[in-house]
């Protein structure tokens, strides 16, 4: 319909061919199409799941949206040097309920020009924007944002963007005493860490997958009440996924100071009395023979000293992972 004016489409519309009839439709060759699903790139995933976990973290702060009404209103804003978390939302003439279009942390780019770039119609995102209000696709556009520091925002990469590293270990010495292998690269400069380990999450099986394990010719032979049974006994292991335990300010040493603290603590003066990350660690190094100790893993990021002390970095963390760290308290 864009591509006519209304008179010309009265005369295109004459020249449509009507849908066929069911005859006609019967008599259509089948043809054998194959359907070609474009797959999601890895990228893409990581770009959703982050913007997912941003979204939860404004959420959880419960900011009130704030109605964009005007280009010249909005300049006028003192949001020029801040560094913040920010959405933009919609609502539409039949729902108001407002929705998420985009979030992101702006951690290089002040808040102000990053916004500036989302209501601005020469940009691309802004061009987005201003298409769907004039098509009455959306009906208002919104924003909210908080505003973080700069070792929160580093507090957020280090979260969402840098991976963890396992921590090997040697094996036992001395009976049941294991020690652990720092990894080579850490850096000599002050900054955050974080330590997590591998939790193990079980869930009984199904009857369905526990029917599918009997023996072949068995079947008859066990009630549905032995097969509850055993169904709620049995249990089958999940993907693993790492728990953040503990955030680490390197603050007056460095991140190499920090971590080998943490890791090296002598396991022969290991008491009952010691509480924390530390005695966490040296606990997890006396082990029963034939069991492996748990699996302990860190990530890092490098931080200049003058910002460390700004920020409340164990609550941001916290709300962005979404429970509270153990050994932070």
């Known amino acids: 319909m864009e591509d006519y004016s209304q008179e010309d489409w009265g005369n295109h519309s004459q020249d449509l061919h009507g849908y ?13 199409r194959t359907l070609k699903i474009k797959q999601e790139s890895s990228e893409e995933a990581q770009k959703r799941d982050i913007m997912q976990n941003i979204v939860q973290i404004l959420e959880s702060v419960q900011l009130k949206w704030e109605l964009f009404q005007s280009w010249t209103d ?24 407002i929705r998420y279009h985009y979030a992101e942390i702006s951690s290089q780019v002040p808040l ?25 696709n959306w009906k208002n556009v919104y924003y909210k944002f908080l505003e973080i520091t700069i070792s929160e925002a580093r507090c957020l990469e280090l979260h969402m963007e840098i991976d963890w590293i396992p921590i090997a270990h040697s094996k036992p010495t001395g009976g049941n ?26 869930r009984p099986l199904s009857p369905h997958t526990e029917l599918r394990s009997l023996e072949p010719g068995k079947e008859g ?29 390197a603050e007056v040493r460095t991140l190499q100071q920090c971590l080998f603290l943490h890791f090296q603590a002598n396991t022969k ?14 606990q997890n190094c006396i082990v029963d023979p034939g069991v492996s100790p748990k699996s302990i893993y860190i990530k890092f990021v490098e931080v200049e000293r003058d910002f460390l002390s700004a920020g409340s970095l164990v609550e941001c963390l916290e709300k962005a992972i979404g429970y509270p760290l153990k050994f932070n308290n």
């Open 269 to 282: 003066t290991f008491s009952k009395d010691w509480v924390g990350i530390n005695g966490f660690l040296s």
């Open 74 to 97: 909005f300049s006028r804003l003192h949001l020029s040097n801040k560094l913040a978390i920010f959405g933009i939302g919609y609502n539409t003439r039949w729902k108001e309920d």
């Open 112 to 136: 102000g020009k990053r916004l500036r770039e989302y209501f601005n119609s020469e940009k691309p995102e802004g061009r987005i924007i201003m298409t769907r209000v004039q098509k009455m």
């Open 20 to 32: 066929p009839t069911d005859q006609e439709l019967d008599e259509i060759p089948v043809t054998k």
């Open 177 to 202: 005493v294991v020690q652990y292998l720092l990894p080579g690269g850490i850096p000599k400069s002050p900054g955050l860490y974080a330590i997590g380990y591998e939790e193990c999450i079980e």
């Open 221 to 249: 032979r066990v009630d549905l009440e032995t097969l509850s049974a055993q169904a709620s006994l049995q249990v089958e292991i999940e993907p693993t996924r790492i728990i953040y335990c503990y955030l680490g300010i």
